[in-house]
C-alpha cells in the first residue's frame, strides 16, 4: 500500500476537527466501513484506523465481535451505545423497564452512534432524560409542564412523544395553555379573576378549535400570547389612573390608545370580551388601525436572481434552498412552511405536488429535487417512523424549525424573506384570481380580496367566469 499520512490518533489534529471525525464517521475508502478516518493516501483518499495501519493486529469489539473504533471496555460504538443508554434509563443500571423499553430501542438503534454517544456525554437533556428515568411517574406531559420550560424540557418532550412513551399533543396549543397559567398564577387577585376566565374561555378556546382543523401555528401563538399580554398591560394602566372597568370611559380608552399605539388592536379583545359580559359600560370601541400595505417589495431582476440562487447554487444549506424557494414561488409565509410535512408531498411517474391547503399544485423538477433531497437527509438525530416527518424538522424530536430562527437563517444567507414574499404574493395575483390564491395557498379570501385591491385587481372577472 502507499505511503499513508496518518493525521489521528498518532498525529497532531485540532479539536474541532477531533469532534467532526467523531460526529460524522464516514465509509473508508478501503473498506468501506463506516470507521472514524484517520489517515490519508497520496491519492487524497481518506483510511480509517486498520487500513492505516494494515501490518498492525485488526481491533475487535469484545461484546459483538466486529472490527470498529474501540471505546473503554475493548468495545465498539454500537455496543458502546446500548450499555450507556441501559444505564441512563434504568434504576438498577442492570435492564430497562418495560415502559422505557421503545425509548432504549430509538436511542440505542441510531443511525450514527458516535452523535448520540456525545449526545449523552454532554447534552443537558440526556441529564434530565436519566433524573426522569428514575421516577417513571414524571414520565408524563403534566410533570414535564411543572419544570423550567428550558430547550432541555422541549428536547426530552419530544423525544418521549416519538418513542411512543407520550401521546402526541398540539405544541403551540401546549405552549399557550403553559404560558398562561404561569402568568396567571403570578398576577395579584383581582386582576387573575379577570384575565384567567378571558384567556381560558375566550382565547384559549378558540385556539382549541384551530388546533383540532390544524391551523393553530407558532405564529397564532404568539399573537394569543401577545393578547393576553395586552390585556394585563391595561389593567395595570387602570390601577395607575384609580380606574376600573365599570367606571371605564370612551376618553379613558382614547388616552390608552394613543399613549400604546403597540397595544392598541391586541387590547382589543379583551374589550369586546369585557363588553359582552357587561363587566364596562356599553359603547366603548377602540378603533382597530387600518391596515397597513406591506411596504417591502424587491425588483423583478433582484428577485429572479434570488430564486435562482435557491435553485442552482449548491453552496447554500439545503434547507435555505427549499424554504426561500417557496417563498419566492408560491409567497408562502415561514410559519406555514415549518408546517409542512411529507404528507404534504405527492407524486406520480411525471409530476411531483404539493398540497398547502387542500389543492395540490406542480412542483417545478428542480424545486421537487431539492424538496426529496431535504426529506431525506433532514432525519433528525432521535427519529421513529411513528408521527409527522416535517420538511424541516427542529431541534427537539417530533417538532418543526421555529420560524423566527429560519427567517434569520434566510436574512444571514442574504435571502430576505418579507419582502421577497410581498414580491411573490404581487407576481401570482397578477396572473391568477385572487380566489384561486386563496384556495391554493389556504389564506384568508379578505386578505387576497386585499392584495388583489393592491395589485389592481378585483374579484368581478373570476365571478363572471364563474356565472
Known sequence: MAKVKVFWPRGPVCNSC???????????ASCSRPRILIGQTAEGTLLCKACSFPDEPVERCS???????????????RCTLAARVTDLLSVDGASVAQPLQPLADVLAGAENPYRVL?????????HLLGCLARDPGALNHESLDTLPQRAATAYVRGLLVTAGILPPRDGNLALLTNWVARTVSELPARHANLIRPFAEWHIIRDARRRSARGRYTYAAHKGDCGNVAAAIDFLNWLDSQHLCLRRLQQLHLDTWATDRPTLRSRSIPFLRWSTARRLCPPGLVIDRPASQLPGHFQAEDVAREELLRCLNDTALPLDVRVAAALVRLYALPLTRIVELTEDHISGDEEHTYLAVNQHPFVLPPKLARLIDDQLRHSTPRHSTTAGRRYLLPGQSPGR??????LADTLRHHGLPARAARNTAMMDSLADLPPMVIADLLGIHPKTAERWATLVGENWSEYVSLLT
Open 18 to 28: 477531533y469532534r467532526a471525525a467523531l460526529s460524522t464517521p464516514t465509509p473508508c
Open 63 to 77: 461484546a459483538c465481535g466486529e472490527p470498529a473504533d474501540l471505546y473503554s471496555g475493548d468495545r465498539c460504538p
Open 118 to 126: 456525545q449526545w449523552l456525554r454532554r447534552s443537558p437533556a440526556a
Open 400 to 405: 418543526p424549525r421555529n420560524p423566527l430562527g
